[in-house]
């Protein structure tokens, strides 16, 4: 097996040793390995390739340090096709949530995703994707 440094803060890395200490983990390696694993995998799930997709992404960052709002924006426009809906709010003394909602091929989605995944200083970023075909019916009530 091949050895891997990584960076990190350390408030991370303490929550990560934490968190395989409080789960049974051998160690931090084996966590790191299984959420690799998890992410890798998030996206390769066939029964989502070829169906329109709708997704909500939800994106936590700290305005006062950051430039996160405006890479955001340009997130949102660049994706314009995709992007149904973008709401803004300020949640608790220094953070603001974004919320964006998606509709999509699941590739268009992941790829948004992962540009806000690689955006520096985000501090929490959460989604789901759900296909539009599974709501049958509920779409043509009268």
Do not use: Q, W
Not at 116 to 139: C, H, M, N, Q
């Amino acid at each position: 097996m091949s050895v891997v440094s990584v960076s990190m803060p350390e408030e991370l890395l303490e929550r990560l040793d934490d968190f395989a200490d409080d789960h049974g983990y051998t160690g931090r390696s084996e966590v790191v390995r299984e959420a690799s694993r998890n992410l890798l995998g998030e996206f390769e799930d066939k029964k989502l390739e070829g169906r329109e997709l709708m997704g909500v992404v939800t994106v936590v960052f700290d305005y006062e340090t950051t430039t996160v709002e405006e890479k955001m924006m340009h997130l949102r426009h660049e994706h314009e096709g995709l992007v149904a809906s973008n709401f803004h709010s300020h949640v608790g003394g220094h953070h603001c949530m974004e919320l964006f909602v998606l509709e999509g091929s699941l590739e268009s989605i992941s790829t948004f995703v992962g540009k806000i995944r690689a955006t520096k200083d985000t501090l929490t970023i959460d989604y789901s994707v759900l296909p539009v075909d599974e709501f049958g019916g509920l779409a043509d009530v009268s």
